[in-house]
């Protein structure tokens, strides 16, 4: 054996290593880019059928209304609050009809009390019954009631009975999440 032959058999063998490997690593880490990459379109989530809370329509008018239906919730109503959003209220809701008497205690703002019967009618409103001065004790407070028996009470800002062209005998529906739970 010549003395060329290993040699030559180890340069053959390490210019094969060498491109073989160049080959590899270049196959192995290259990511071909496309000309025009695709853009991913946004795709838009499913949205919920909105749940509306609950309103109070009187005629044309709408209120939605916060609900005070529990005792406590009754007793509370909205004193102490310093203010009401217009064409917003709350709802009074009781079990059966009668002449309910309500007072402003601790009320800081003056309100329309509109009495709604069982028939889902206006029966009648106290209108711009004003805030106590703070001192009367509660002997003092003034009643308001309906003439005659109702089963809800919608309390809402004064003045805005008569300024939505609202009248006694007007029909009233509840609407969004009380829709039918109650009478009206």
């Known amino acids: 054996m010549n003395a060329l032959g290993p040699r030559r058999l ?3 063998l390490a210019a094969t290593l060498i491109i073989g ?11 071909p880019v496309p000309a025009n990459p695709p853009t991913e ?3 838009a989530a499913p ?13 044309g008018a709408e209120f939605p209304v916060e609900l005070a239906v529990e005792r406590d919730e ?3 109503g909205l004193s102490g609050r310093e203010s009401l ?4 209220g709350m709802l009074f809701i009781f079990e059966e009809d009668a002449r309910f008497r309500f007072w402003m205690k601790e009320m800081l703002i003056p309100l329309d009390i509109v009495w709604i019967g069982s028939d889902c009618r206006v029966a009648g409103v106290s209108e711009d019954v004003p ?6 004790s509660l002997d003092d407070l003034p009643r308001y009631s309906p003439e005659a028996p109702t089963r809800y009470v919608l309390e809402i800002n004064a003045g805005e009975f008569a300024d939505m062209g609202l009248a006694a005998g007007d029909p009233v529906e509840f609407q ?3 829709e039918g739970k109650y009478l009206c």
């Open 10 to 12: 180890i340069l053959g």
């Open 21 to 31: 490997a160049a080959a590899c690593g270049d196959a192995a880490t290259a990511t």
């Open 41 to 43: 379109l946004p795709t």
């Open 47 to 59: 949205t919920e059928t909105p749940v509306l809370g609950p309103s109070v329509r009187i005629g």
């Open 74 to 76: 009754r007793q509370r």
């Open 85 to 88: 959003d217009a064409g917003t």
């Open 131 to 136: 805030a106590p001065d703070p001192d009367t």
């Open 176 to 178: 969004g999440t009380i």
